[in-house]
């Protein structure tokens, strides 16, 4: 069980809260507020530094985090639903407006499909949500 240290609130005034890296579903970077945000199904956390650098350092973890456009990351293990469509990515079997879910860049889709499929042969790809 590897563990990842971040904060509940922007500025840190809550402490430190390690979560599994395992329960992550994507990273994203947001430039107002200079934070990655860390993406669970239940809660958003932040950390500092830059979304290229977490990509890496999970990565040689022994995980399978991929940069999907410049502000996303998505870890390919949590995803359940492919939309080529509108090139976004889920993370549970139904989908409902307040699902969490990815963009993925399209000229980075084919990529991350081809990604996918060898982690997930079983992946679903659905057009249209």
């Known amino acids: 069980m590897a563990l990842l240290s971040v904060t509940k609130d922007v500025g840190g005034k809550s402490g430190i809260t390690n979560i599994e890296i395992g329960d992550i579903l994507m990273l994203s970077y947001s430039k107002s ?3 990655v945000l860390v993406h669970t199904a239940e809660t958003i956390y932040y950390t500092i530094g ?5 990509n890496e350092v999970l990565n040689n973890s ?8 410049r502000s996303n990351s998505l870890n390919l293990d949590k995803v359940v ?6 090139k976004v990515a889920y993370f549970e079997s139904n989908i409902t407006p307040k699902s969490k879910r990815c963009i993925i860049a399209g000229y980075r889709f084919n990529e991350v499909k081809k990604s996918l499929n060898l982690i997930n042969p079983g992946i679903s790809i659905q057009e249209g949500y």
């Open 33 to 35: 507020i200079d934070r």
């Open 81 to 86: 639903i492919l939309d080529p469509t509108f």
């Open 62 to 69: 022994g995980h399978n985090f991929s940069l999907v456009d």
């Open 50 to 54: 830059t979304l290229t650098f977490w």
